[in-house]
């Protein structure tokens, strides 16, 4: 048996098993997990190791809020496209690297175990380092969901920096291989529970520059959250500008 296979490939009772997903998220409810954080942090370290371990090592790390994850997270968004596993998990609709989108998604869910451990300050860096990226690479449309509001409270500045960059780079000509526009407005919706006007003021802005259909129909859930005046404000402009499937998704929710 393989290292890998003995951390990754070896659920908690001891069977080999081909799915990852059930060993790293199985270590949610089995204490043992941390036995394999040793092996795993070496693995990840490990230069000469298969690029695909040492992404799931990462992974697991991460997901069992263990510092040495977190961490290397945020050194590989330093220089994204320069990470050792860039490119391995690629995304079908775009056909581009999806790897930050996993970390956001891991990192969303070691929310607890981050707790236990004494890593959530590391863990809020690790979001706002994934943040601070989110005008460059894909995160599968889901970044924004994957903000609670203490995170997005701490991390208000650099979403709006990061999309009031992301503008600038499309007004510029710049051009992306997968739907930023979108992205920016799941990622301005987190912001509509902290501080409304602002998530407005940011989607406005955003579908001033990429007035989509599809891009106003991910702003409905703006709409849907928002509570004052300038949900309002927005709900009519969508129901103005928009199509028939976002007049009808304002109604449904009307």
């Known amino acids: 048996m393989t290292q890998f296979e003995s951390l990754l490939g070896t659920d908690f009772d001891g069977n080999r098993t ?5 060993v790293i998220y199985g270590g949610y409810d089995h204490e043992e997990h941390r036995e394999r954080v040793p092996g795993l942090s070496a693995l990840l370290g490990d230069q000469a190791a298969p690029d695909r371990e040492r992404y799931l090592a990462c992974l697991a790390l991460v997901a069992w809020g263990e510092p040495v994850g977190y961490q290397s997270v945020q050194d590989a968004t330093r220089e994204p496209k320069a990470a050792p596993w860039y490119d391995l998990v690629v995304d079908r609709k775009f056909s581009v690297d999806s790897s930050y989108g996993k970390f956001s998604e891991a990192a969303a869910d070691s ?12 863990r809020l860096e690790t979001f706002r380092s994934l943040i601070r990226i989110a005008d460059r690479e894909y995160f599968e449309e889901k970044l924004g969901d994957y903000l609670e509001e203490p995170v997005v409270r701490a991390c208000l500045p650099n979403i709006r920096e990061v999309i009031v960059r992301a503008l600038r780079s499309i007004e510029s000509g710049a051009r992306y291989r997968f739907d930023l526009g979108t ?15 602002l998530a407005v003021d940011l989607i406005t802005r955003v579908l001033h520059v990429e007035p989509g259909n599809r891009t106003m129909v991910h702003a409905v859930t703006a709409v849907h959250r928002a509570k004052g005046p300038a949900g309002q404000r927005l709900a009519e402009h969508l129901s103005t500008m ?10 449904h929710h009307a």
């Open 18 to 22: 081909d799915d990852v997903d059930d």
């Open 111 to 122: 929310r607890e175990l981050a707790e236990e451990k004494g890593s959530s300050t590391l």
């Open 183 to 197: 992205q920016l407005v799941d990622l301005a919706n987190s912001v509509v529970t902290v501080d409304e006007e």
């Open 242 to 251: 928009g199509n028939e499937k976002v007049r009808a998704l304002l109604a």
